[in-house]
Nanobody, 115 residues
Framework: QVQLVESGGGLVQPGGSLRLSCLAS????????MDWYRQSPGNQRELVAR???????YHADSVKGRFFISRDNVKNTVYLQMNSLKPEDTAVYHC?????????WGQGTQVTVSS
């Protein structure tokens, strides 16, 4: 059973910050690649950030320098620190993992950047 539970979304003003969390079930966490995706109306789902078990990271050009993915293998949690938020960052953010060729998604958390 793979279960991903997200938290941390909300309404924030432009220039503000939020930290998203994704708590994963099970003892497998330390050996899997974890992703953050986002999707907003009219836009294709976008890979925002990815982190490997060893801590190597990828960030999309649209968020590079503003968003930072990290993980805590003891707490079984992956984070997305979002700084200098812009209105175009408004989206539903989903935690994602692929295990044994199966995609697992969190329920999604809404991030709205607006004044």
């Amino acid at each position: 059973q793979v279960q991903l539970v997200e938290s941390g979304g909300g309404l924030v003003q432009p220039g503000g910050s939020l930290r998203l969390s994704c708590l994963a079930s099970g003892s497998y966490f330390s050996i899997i690649v974890m992703d953050w995706y986002r999707q907003s109306p009219g836009n294709q789902r976008e890979l925002v950030a990815r982190i490997t078990p060893g801590g190597n990271t990828y960030h999309a050009d649209s968020v590079k320098g503003r968003f930072f993915i990290s993980r805590d293998n003891v707490k079984n949690t992956v984070y997305l620190q979002m700084n200098s938020l812009k209105p175009e960052d408004t989206a539903v953010y989903h935690c994602h993992v692929n295990i044994a060729s199966i995609d697992y998604w969190g329920q999604g958390t809404q991030v709205t950047v607006s004044s």
